[in-house]
């Protein structure tokens, strides 16, 4: 790769500093809107490590400790799009996405999605994400509407808060997607939350049935 490829950029002070704490607080905002128990868990968390520098497509990318990168090196982008494509917004209208990374892959689902169906993000590593979301502008894209987070599969506030007036779109159809540069070290909460959003959608397709099977004979004894 050449030196025009990719450019590393220092994490410490300056406009840069100015320009990072700016970001997180715009990104906070907007995620406290559906998340308000996230958005009080990024703030409060400490940002963990994370090497940030800019691809040829212009995209921020990230390496973690060890050298492990959170997207491509060389057109993240692309790698988002192809990425969300695996998803028909035809047959699906809920994707839980399992690890934020550097959050490309989710701006380019929400675009797939045209902006209709619900993404829930879990991202457990919270000061992963604070360092992230302090690099990199998410509002555009981040629309509290359609985006919904969970970072602690053990808080019920953030379960029901996810899970909360979605049933239409879970019952139209749900999938699971895995970003696998974010999955490392987070096995045992990947099995809870899967778990967890196959229950919430059984229990919407039998709240649903019942409901139908109530209007129907509603309507039945009215024409009788």
Known sequence: MSANEIEGHSDLGGSKGTARDGFLKRNLACLAVSA????ARIEAAEATPVEFKTAADGATVGLVPGGRRLASLHQPLEEARQW???????ETACVLVLGFGMGHHIESLVTRLNRTGIVLVH??????????????DCTDWMDPRFVRW????????QFTRCFND??????????I?????SLPGF?????????RL?????????????TLMRSAGTVRNELL
């Open 187 to 195: 096995e045992a909460e990947i099995r809870t939350i899967s778990a």
């Open 166 to 175: 979605i049933e239409t779109q879970m019952v139209a159809g749900t999938k």
């Open 177 to 181: 997607l895995e970003h696998a540069p």
């Open 84 to 90: 969300a494509q695996r998803i028909d917004p035809a």
């Open 150 to 157: 969970i970072t602690d599969v053990e808080d019920e506030a």
């Open 36 to 39: 308000p128990e996230v958005a």
């Open 198 to 210: 196959t229950d919430a959608v059984n229990t919407a397709r039998t709240t649903m049935t019942t």
């Open 123 to 136: 991202e457990p590593d919270v000061g992963r994400l604070r360092a992230v979301l302090s690099a990199i």
